[in-house]
Protein backbone atom coordinates (compact mmCIF):
# COMPACT_ATOMS: atom_id res chain seq x y z
CA UNK A 1 0.00 0.00 0.00
CA UNK A 2 2.74 2.79 0.79
CA UNK A 3 6.01 2.50 -1.36
CA UNK A 4 9.19 3.66 0.27
CA UNK A 5 10.34 5.80 -2.70
CA UNK A 6 8.94 9.14 -4.28
CA UNK A 7 7.26 8.05 -7.49
CA UNK A 8 8.58 10.63 -9.80
CA UNK A 9 5.26 11.53 -11.19
CA UNK A 10 3.98 12.92 -7.98
CA UNK A 11 1.54 9.79 -7.26
CA UNK A 12 1.72 8.42 -3.95
CA UNK A 13 -0.56 5.48 -4.84
CA UNK A 14 -2.62 6.29 -1.99
CA UNK A 15 -6.64 4.97 -2.60
CA UNK A 16 -9.09 7.14 -2.78
CA UNK A 17 -12.45 6.67 -0.90
CA UNK A 18 -13.93 4.99 -3.83
CA UNK A 19 -11.07 2.46 -3.82
CA UNK A 20 -11.65 1.22 -0.57
CA UNK A 21 -13.46 -2.21 0.25
CA UNK A 22 -17.21 -1.57 2.38
CA UNK A 23 -16.69 -2.57 6.27
CA UNK A 24 -19.54 -5.25 7.02
CA UNK A 25 -22.42 -3.42 8.53
CA UNK A 26 -21.21 -4.48 12.27
CA UNK A 27 -17.65 -2.95 11.50
CA UNK A 28 -19.01 -0.06 10.16
CA UNK A 29 -17.06 3.36 11.45
CA UNK A 30 -19.57 5.69 13.31
CA UNK A 31 -18.67 9.41 13.41
CA UNK A 32 -17.34 10.00 16.27
CA UNK A 33 -20.05 11.95 18.88
CA UNK A 34 -19.13 14.63 21.21
CA UNK A 35 -18.55 13.16 24.63
CA UNK A 36 -21.32 13.82 26.97
CA UNK A 37 -20.68 16.51 29.94
CA UNK A 38 -20.08 15.08 33.02
CA UNK A 39 -22.92 14.36 35.46
CA UNK A 40 -22.41 16.95 38.26
CA UNK A 41 -23.42 16.50 41.73
CA UNK A 42 -26.02 18.71 43.94
CA UNK A 43 -22.60 20.12 45.08
CA UNK A 44 -21.75 24.29 44.43
CA UNK A 45 -21.40 25.05 40.81
CA UNK A 46 -17.81 26.17 40.11
CA UNK A 47 -16.52 28.75 37.64
CA UNK A 48 -14.91 26.84 35.30
CA UNK A 49 -12.69 29.78 34.09
CA UNK A 50 -8.96 29.47 35.66
CA UNK A 51 -6.93 32.77 35.80
CA UNK A 52 -3.35 31.92 35.58
CA UNK A 53 0.20 33.97 36.28
CA UNK A 54 2.23 32.11 34.13
CA UNK A 55 5.93 30.72 34.90
CA UNK A 56 8.16 33.80 34.55
CA UNK A 57 5.58 36.59 35.53
CA UNK A 58 6.15 38.46 38.29
CA UNK A 59 2.89 40.54 39.89
CA UNK A 60 3.39 42.77 43.14
CA UNK A 61 0.15 43.69 44.53
CA UNK A 62 -3.13 41.85 45.97
CA UNK A 63 -5.57 39.92 44.06
CA UNK A 64 -9.33 39.46 45.14
CA UNK A 65 -12.57 38.52 43.67
CA UNK A 66 -14.86 35.58 43.35
CA UNK A 67 -12.94 33.40 40.91
CA UNK A 68 -10.05 31.01 40.61
CA UNK A 69 -6.06 31.50 40.08
CA UNK A 70 -3.18 29.29 39.52
CA UNK A 71 0.20 30.57 40.39
CA UNK A 72 2.94 29.42 38.39
CA UNK A 73 5.16 32.81 38.88
CA UNK A 74 5.92 34.78 41.46
CA UNK A 75 3.24 36.91 43.53
CA UNK A 76 3.77 39.42 46.30
CA UNK A 77 0.69 40.36 48.25
CA UNK A 78 -2.44 39.38 49.22
CA UNK A 79 -4.72 36.89 47.86
CA UNK A 80 -8.78 36.48 48.60
CA UNK A 81 -10.45 34.24 46.15
CA UNK A 82 -12.60 31.24 45.79
CA UNK A 83 -9.84 28.67 45.07
CA UNK A 84 -6.35 29.40 44.76
CA UNK A 85 -3.75 26.71 43.30
CA UNK A 86 0.24 27.63 44.05
CA UNK A 87 2.01 25.15 40.59
CA UNK A 88 5.64 23.69 41.26
CA UNK A 89 7.00 26.82 40.11
CA UNK A 90 4.92 29.51 41.81
CA UNK A 91 5.50 31.32 44.81
CA UNK A 92 3.23 33.41 46.66
CA UNK A 93 4.52 36.20 49.62
CA UNK A 94 1.34 37.18 51.21
CA UNK A 95 -1.61 35.89 52.98
CA UNK A 96 -4.01 33.55 50.83
CA UNK A 97 -7.92 33.38 51.92
CA UNK A 98 -9.55 31.27 49.79
CA UNK A 99 -12.45 28.21 50.50
CA UNK A 100 -9.71 25.96 48.70
CA UNK A 101 -5.96 26.04 48.37
CA UNK A 102 -3.62 23.35 46.53
CA UNK A 103 -0.27 24.09 47.03
CA UNK A 104 2.41 22.26 45.25
CA UNK A 105 5.22 25.75 45.18
CA UNK A 106 5.93 27.88 47.79
CA UNK A 107 4.05 30.12 50.32
CA UNK A 108 5.46 32.72 52.65
CA UNK A 109 2.59 34.26 55.24
CA UNK A 110 -0.41 32.81 56.42
CA UNK A 111 -2.89 30.39 54.31
CA UNK A 112 -6.79 30.38 55.70
CA UNK A 113 -9.13 28.11 54.15
CA UNK A 114 -12.14 25.72 54.46
CA UNK A 115 -9.99 22.90 52.58
CA UNK A 116 -6.46 23.27 52.27
CA UNK A 117 -3.68 20.83 50.64
CA UNK A 118 -0.29 20.66 50.85
CA UNK A 119 1.22 18.50 48.00
CA UNK A 120 4.54 16.85 48.30
CA UNK A 121 6.75 19.27 46.39
CA UNK A 122 4.90 22.22 48.76
CA UNK A 123 7.23 24.66 50.92
CA UNK A 124 4.91 27.20 53.21
CA UNK A 125 6.35 28.98 55.47
CA UNK A 126 3.44 30.41 57.92
CA UNK A 127 0.33 29.87 60.01
CA UNK A 128 -2.35 27.67 58.37
CA UNK A 129 -5.95 28.37 59.34
CA UNK A 130 -8.25 25.37 57.92
CA UNK A 131 -11.31 23.24 58.81
CA UNK A 132 -9.52 20.69 56.63
CA UNK A 133 -5.57 20.20 56.54
CA UNK A 134 -4.20 17.42 53.81
CA UNK A 135 -0.01 17.15 54.37
CA UNK A 136 1.50 14.94 51.62
CA UNK A 137 4.73 12.91 52.58
CA UNK A 138 7.52 15.19 51.31
CA UNK A 139 5.83 18.40 52.11
CA UNK A 140 7.54 20.70 54.35
CA UNK A 141 5.53 22.98 56.75
CA UNK A 142 6.96 25.75 59.09
CA UNK A 143 4.55 26.94 61.15
CA UNK A 144 1.08 26.52 63.10
CA UNK A 145 -2.21 24.43 62.29
CA UNK A 146 -4.95 26.31 63.34
CA UNK A 147 -8.32 24.44 63.38
CA UNK A 148 -11.04 26.83 62.38
CA UNK A 149 -13.97 26.11 64.06
CA UNK A 150 -16.93 25.08 61.77
CA UNK A 151 -20.41 27.38 62.11
CA UNK A 152 -23.15 25.70 63.71
CA UNK A 153 -26.53 24.75 61.81
CA UNK A 154 -29.24 28.12 62.61
CA UNK A 155 -31.49 25.39 64.03
CA UNK A 156 -28.52 24.10 66.66
CA UNK A 157 -27.54 27.40 67.58
CA UNK A 158 -31.05 28.95 68.53
CA UNK A 159 -31.79 25.52 71.78
CA UNK A 160 -29.82 27.17 74.07
CA UNK A 161 -26.79 29.07 74.73
CA UNK A 162 -23.84 26.52 75.90
CA UNK A 163 -23.54 27.49 80.11
CA UNK A 164 -20.32 28.93 80.75
CA UNK A 165 -17.74 26.94 82.73
CA UNK A 166 -16.80 27.92 86.25
CA UNK A 167 -13.76 30.49 86.84
CA UNK A 168 -10.33 28.16 87.52
CA UNK A 169 -8.03 29.34 89.74
CA UNK A 170 -4.59 30.05 87.68
CA UNK A 171 -2.63 27.93 89.96
CA UNK A 172 -4.31 24.58 91.77
CA UNK A 173 -4.85 25.20 95.49
CA UNK A 174 -5.46 21.99 97.56
CA UNK A 175 -7.87 22.32 100.54
CA UNK A 176 -5.78 20.98 102.93
CA UNK A 177 -2.37 20.49 103.45
CA UNK A 178 -0.91 17.84 101.39
CA UNK A 179 1.93 15.71 103.74
CA UNK A 180 5.16 15.66 101.81
CA UNK A 181 5.59 12.45 99.79
CA UNK A 182 9.11 11.83 101.62
CA UNK A 183 8.90 10.23 105.45
CA UNK A 184 10.99 11.86 107.87
CA UNK A 185 10.68 15.42 106.52
CA UNK A 186 7.53 17.45 108.48
CA UNK A 187 5.39 19.98 106.55
CA UNK A 188 5.87 23.73 106.66
CA UNK A 189 2.36 24.99 107.62
CA UNK A 190 1.91 28.55 105.42
CA UNK A 191 -0.35 31.01 106.56
CA UNK A 192 -3.42 31.62 104.05
Known amino acids: ?19 RTPQPEGRALEPARPAAPPATSSGPVRSTNLSTLTAGVRYEGNISG ?37 VRGRVSGSITGKAVRLLATARV ?20 SIQAKRELPLAAASIEPPMEAPAKPERYQPEKPVPPAMPGIKAEAKPA
Open 125 to 144: EGDITQEQLAIEPGAWFQGR
Open 1 to 19: MFNRSKPEDGNFNIPSMSD
Open 66 to 102: GGDLQVDGTLKGDVRLSRVIIGESGSIEGSITADQVE
